[in-house]
Structures are given as C-alpha cells and as structure tokens.
C-alpha cells in the first residue's frame, strides 16, 4: 500500500516509524517548514523530518498545503491512503478526495471529546480520570470525521503532559497499523460522533498559562501537570516570571486567610482556596532550574509573602 504521511512534532514520530519498520511504501512526507529555534534563532528541523532524512525519505514543506502546485504533487505520488498525525494545517477537500482510501488521522483523545490542538494538556488539566487514541477518516471539520478505532488508558495520579504525550503516542503508532489493515481488507468499522457530546482542547499559550491561587489545590496541581513542560505554569515574584515544573499537593500548613501566601520559611508551600500547593522544581526569569527550597533559600523569601495572580 502506497502511503503519504503528514506530521510534525515529536509526537508523530512513533507513527512514522511503525510505518517504516512494517515494510509500507512512503511515498513522502509532509511536515511543517523549518523555524527558528532558541536563543540563535537557527532554523531547526521537525522532528519528523529528522526522522524522515533517516530513512532516506522524500520530505515536502510548504507553506500552504492547499496551494495548487502541492495538491498537485500529491497526485503525482498517488498515495492509497494518507496518514495525518499532528500536521499542523487543515486538509482542504481537494486534497482528503485524492487517496483512495482517504486520509486517515491519529487524535490523541476518545473522540468527540477534546477536538483540537491541546487534547492531551487538557484532559490532565480538567481531571480527567482517562484518555486515549482514536483513529478517524478526515472530513473538512476540525476532528469531526467518523471513528474508527478506539484505545483508552488510565491518566496517572501524578502524571504530566509530557509523559501522557509518551504513552499515547506509542498507543497511536500500534493503533495505525491495526486501522490500515482493516482498511485494506474492508471490515474497519465506521463510527459518526455525536456532536452534542463534543467538547473543544485549543491551543495552549503563554498567556493562559499563570497560575490562579484562589483555585482549589487540585485544580492548581492539574494545571501545573498539564502545562508542563511548555508553556510551563507561573507565576510572578518582583514583576519576574517563575516557572513551576514540578509541584505537589500539600495541606500541611494550611491557612484560609488569604490564597497566594507563602506558608513556610523552609517549604516553597503556597495558600490555595482550601490548602497548599508546594513547589518542587522551579525557574525564575534569566535563571536556570533548581528545587523549591533552594531557590528559597537563595532569595530569601519570607513567610507571608504573597503571590499576586
């Protein structure tokens, strides 16, 4: 079976190398253009990309998927079926027609919950007790297409974004394989999505990533789970941003006065609506990361003071 894959980030990794290892015919891969990338601002590759260079695939990067010389040069590579995991741009109608399978996407969520670009930091930052996999046929919607497979997992008690990303990322390289080959030999199944059960993950961003203290405790620790590790939850100290990175639940020293108060000398332990979050591992601006309580003891933070949101 012919393939072309459509992917970007780390997560779509596993799934391109699924592919590969079982022996299908990459046609090309497409991913998004290289960007300028840390303090040098040097172009950087995807990781998919560097994926792809080694196996000596043929790699495509527009701009503007939907431009008409790149619908086509898919046609050209007459691609059976094209796989979509995190790509990074919408598929126009002129493209989803062109396989004749039609394009398949991995979505890292059980579907109709949590369209969209954020779906793994959201489920860990509502309380999601699980999550999981679905394979889909691509319509024009955003997430829409109907289902195919399925795969759900716990989500962890203490479990971040990052290492969710992990797991469901090898989930969705073993779930392809399994969606292709039922395609192929016509007994996938095929399931709408009830919408009026639809909920929507967007993208996350710096300026949603601030920490509230006159939330409960909970709802602090899943947010700072599933912030991390970017955008990265914060905080602010002398008008200086202070990422926290790791964090837990601790009420030992809880105080109703007032939230967003430090309740010890030694522990890096803040006032929430109804107790304490402490802070494990943090980053003040310009600094580099170190544990709570040395960055305590090194600014000399004294008990009482307060964390404005």
Same mark, same amino acid.
């Given at each position: 079976?012919?393939?072309?894959?459509?992917?970007?980030?780390?997560?779509?990794?596993?799934?391109?190398?699924?592919?590969?290892?079982?022996?299908?015919?990459?046609?090309?891969?497409?991913?998004?253009?290289?960007?300028?990338?840390?303090?040098?601002?040097?172009?950087?590759?995807?990781?998919?990309?560097?994926?792809?260079?080694?196996?000596?695939?043929?790699?495509?990067?527009?701009?503007?998927?939907?431009?008409?010389?790149?619908?086509?040069?898919?046609?050209?590579?007459?691609?059976?079926?094209?796989?979509?995991?995190?790509?990074?741009?919408?598929?126009?109608?002129?493209?989803?027609?062109?396989?004749?399978?039609?394009?398949?996407?991995?979505?890292?969520?059980?579907?109709?919950?949590?369209?969209?670009?954020?779906?793994?930091?959201?489920?860990?930052?509502?309380?999601?007790?699980?999550?999981?996999?679905?394979?889909?046929?691509?319509?024009?919607?955003?997430?829409?297409?109907?289902?195919?497979?399925?795969?759900?997992?716990?989500?962890?008690?203490? *479990?971040?974004?990052?290492?969710?990303?992990?797991?469901?990322? &090898?989930? $969705?390289? #073993? +779930?392809?394989?399994?969606? %292709?080959? =039922?395609?192929?030999?016509?007994?996938?199944?095929?399931?709408?999505?009830?919408?009026?059960?639809?909920?929507?993950?967007?993208?996350?961003?710096?300026?949603?990533?601030?920490?509230?203290?006159?939330?409960?405790?909970?709802?602090?620790?899943?947010?700072?789970?599933?912030?991390?590790?970017?955008?990265?939850?914060?905080?602010?100290?002398?008008?200086?941003?202070?990422?926290?990175?790791?964090?837990?639940?601790?009420?030992?020293?809880?105080?109703?006065?007032?939230?967003?108060?430090?309740?010890?000398?030694?522990?890096?332990?803040?006032?929430?609506?109804?107790?304490?979050?402490?802070?494990?591992?943090?980053?003040? *601006?310009?600094?580099?990361?170190?544990?709570?309580?040395?960055? &305590?003891? $090194?600014? #000399? +933070?004294?008990?009482?003071? %307060?964390? =404005?949101?």
């Amino acid at each position: 079976m012919n393939i072309v894959f459509m992917g970007t980030p780390e997560f779509s990794v596993n799934s391109l190398k699924k592919l590969y290892e079982k022996g299908y015919n990459i046609k090309g891969v497409f991913t998004q253009p290289d960007r300028p990338k840390g303090r040098g601002y040097k172009l950087s590759f995807s990781p998919v990309k560097e994926q792809a260079i080694k196996y000596n695939l043929n790699v495509y990067q527009p701009d503007k998927l939907r431009e008409e010389k790149n619908i086509q040069i898919l046609k050209q590579l007459n691609p059976d079926i094209i796989i979509v995991v995190a790509y990074g741009q919408i598929l126009p109608k002129s493209i989803l027609d062109i396989p004749k399978y039609g394009c398949i996407n991995i979505h890292a969520s059980l579907l109709p919950k949590y369209r969209g670009a954020g779906p793994i930091q959201w489920s860990i930052i509502n309380g999601e007790k699980t999550t999981g996999v679905t394979t889909m046929h691509m319509a024009e919607g955003l997430d829409t297409g109907d289902m195919i497979f399925k795969e759900e997992i716990v989500i962890y008690r203490d *479990e971040t974004s990052f290492d969710l990303h992990d797991r469901l990322s &090898l989930i $969705g390289s #073993n +779930l392809i394989i399994k969606t %292709i080959d =039922k395609i192929k030999d016509g007994t996938a199944p095929r399931e709408k999505q009830d919408n009026s059960l639809s909920s929507y993950a967007p993208m996350l961003s710096k300026e949603i990533a601030i920490i509230d203290f006159n939330k409960n405790t909970q709802t602090i620790y899943n947010f700072i789970r599933g912030m991390y590790s970017w955008p990265c939850a914060y905080t602010y100290l002398n008008n200086k941003s202070l990422k926290i990175y790791k964090a837990k639940i601790n009420n030992d020293l809880f105080n109703n006065d007032m939230s967003g108060i430090l309740l010890s000398d030694k522990k890096f332990i803040i006032s929430t609506l109804d107790g304490g979050i402490e802070f494990l591992e943090v980053q003040y *601006e310009g600094g580099k990361r170190m544990s709570g309580e040395d960055f &305590l003891r $090194g600014r #000399n +933070l004294q008990k009482g003071y %307060i964390f =404005k949101n």
